[in-house]
């Protein structure tokens, strides 16, 4: 299997990782169907949501597949006045990552980066390695340690 950055990233760390893999496809490339092709529960699958608001600034949300970001609090965290989802085309050009692929790792550059919080009450959660199929299984303070990033509360 070839590495992709988010592994190289949690190596050169020191940190332990698992990877699996599942089978994908173009019409299911949300994180709930992610979880059940490769037999996960979607508690513990997390999926990245990459937003900006009106003056041009990026946020990564890594939140459990079932949940949704509350854009109020998701404001309030950011201290935007709005926020809103990048546009798909986009995603790539920003992150690196093309949607069903996008890891809170490794990205172009470094973004704030917010875990929701219910991660800490997981021995392990999953993120995307980088790459469509494949997920990475980590504990949850070394995701945020990899990750430059901080637990909070936004759904």
Known sequence: MKKTNAMRILESMGIAYEVVSYSWDE????AVHASMMAGL???????TIVMQDSD??????????????????ARELTQS????????????SITGY???GCSPLGMKRHFPTFI???AQLEPYIFVSAGQRGLQLKIR???LVLAAN???????
Request: charged share 30%; net charge negative; proline share 5%.
């Open 27 to 30: 019409e299911h490339l949300d």
């Open 41 to 47: 529960s979607p508690q513990q699958v997390y999926k």
């Open 56 to 73: 041009n600034q990026i946020f990564v949300f890594c939140l459990p597949a079932e949940f949704s970001v509350s854009l109020k609090k």
């Open 81 to 92: 006045r709005d926020l809103e989802l990048i546009k798909l085309d986009a995603l790539q």
């Open 98 to 100: 093309i949607r069903g």
């Open 116 to 118: 929701e919080e219910v």
């Open 140 to 142: 949850p303070d070394d």
């Open 149 to 155: 990033a901080q637990f909070a509360d936004f759904t």
